[in-house]
């Protein structure tokens, strides 16, 4: 080994030179690398928001203009003076600003009476259910997305999804063939080389000459250090341009949005991206909750919607906004809402077909209290993986599903 490859080696293991990612990543950062040139820039991209906790679909788009409405929500009525009104039925909660500026744009679409035939109330097990398209007793290795990415493997990108956030990864993503990152920041995504000219160089000298081919930790380290570089230098160089002019909400949610733009815009060949927003389990005291995670939601996607705009990828970028299941029709004693079944999904862009999509479910009609669900879960899917990322969907979702009509 050469006195270069041994500095090399001896500052990469015991400096500041290092991937901030999981444990998973440098696997696939070697792969990023190897294909870089055969990453298809420019590809339709699916982001989606999970609701976690079981949204209030009833106070989200609310049919104010129902009397069966008021009679079953007898503190958390929203009126319609204060709605934010969509038709002469239904309105949104006042906290969401954001989707009736979206709406109003035509970048919305609101599909109502989402879910499934004999809907789970359980949290883990309905989840479960969206996450991989089956139900309990069927197989569930894999996700809807992760077995779609098995299936696309040949002719995708070697970076096809990410997720971000610090919690476990959505089941969603879970695939036999993929590695799919899970990443906390913008800023863990880049390798730190504390500013160290004479390191970066180092590095670079060391990368040049052939690999030992019979040296496993060194074709390794000089495998996943040249992905690396080749990754950080993207994203450094959007972080180069300097933030982006769109002002963003200071939540959590918008700072993850704010990372994907960033990295939509260092054009990686990612098709799929993944974010979490928690709280919605609203059993009690749902008021001032619920209107802060809406606020928190519809703030942060116009945000984004507007950031994707200014940078040229807004045409190209759909966000899903799904919950597990919605709430009661009839608020419990104690001013909340217990777990429901069927309720509105949406979908942000601007090659949506905006307003609503399909009826709002009957609130007379209902099944042990609970609103009856006309969309399976599974069209949208068919509609975001055939329509969308040009994706086969009957083998992902275990039976063929009519796309909706809601593309332009």
Known sequence: MSTTRRRFLSASLGSSAMVAMTPRVPGFLLEAAAREQDNKQGENVLVV?????????LNTVVPYADDAYGRNR?????????????????????????????????????????????????????????????????????????????????????????????????LALASLKVNVPSIRSLESFCFRDGKDRALVGAIEQALTPKRDANND?????????????????????????????????ATKLAGKLRDVAQLIDADLGTRV??????????????????????????????????DLKSRGHDRR????????????????????????????????????????????????????GDLKYHTDFRRVYATLLENWLGWKSAEVLGGKYKPLNVLA
């Open 74 to 170: 007898f503190t958390l009525r929203i009126g319609k003076d204060q709605v934010r009104k969509i038709d002469d039925y239904a309105g949104f909660h006042p906290a969401m600003e954001g989707f009736a500026k979206l709406l109003e744009d035509e970048k919305l679409a609101i599909v109502q009476g989402v879910g499934y035939e004999n809907p789970n109330r359980s949290h883990f097990e309905s989840m479960d259910i969206w996450h991989t398209a089956r139900r309990k007793g069927q197989p569930r290795r894999v996700g809807w997305l992760g077995a779609s990415l098995d299936a696309a493997a040949r002719v995708g990108p070697d970076v096809p999804a990410m997720h971000l956030g610090q919690g476990k990864q959505p």
């Open 217 to 249: 930790l060194l074709q390794f380290l000089h495998g996943s250090t040249s992905a690396a570089l080749a990754s950080s230098r993207r994203i450094q160089e959007v972080l180069g341009r300097g933030k982006t002019t769109v002002q963003y909400p």
């Open 273 to 306: 991206y993944y974010v979490t927003l928690n709280g919605f389990d609203t059993h009690a005291a749902q008021n001032n909750a619920h209107a802060a995670l809406l606020g928190e939601l519809a703030g942060a996607l116009t945000a984004f919607s507007e």
């Open 49 to 57: 928001v999970q609701l976690s906790g079981g949204n209030d679909g």
């Open 317 to 368: 970028v759909l966000t899903l906004a799904f919950s597990e299941f919605g709430r009661r029709l009839r608020e419990n004693a104690s001013a909340g809402t217990d777990h429901g079944a069927a309720a509105p999904l949406f979908l942000i862009g601007p090659r949506v077909k905006p307003g609503l999509i399909g009826r709002h479910p009957s609130l007379t009609d209902l099944t042990s």
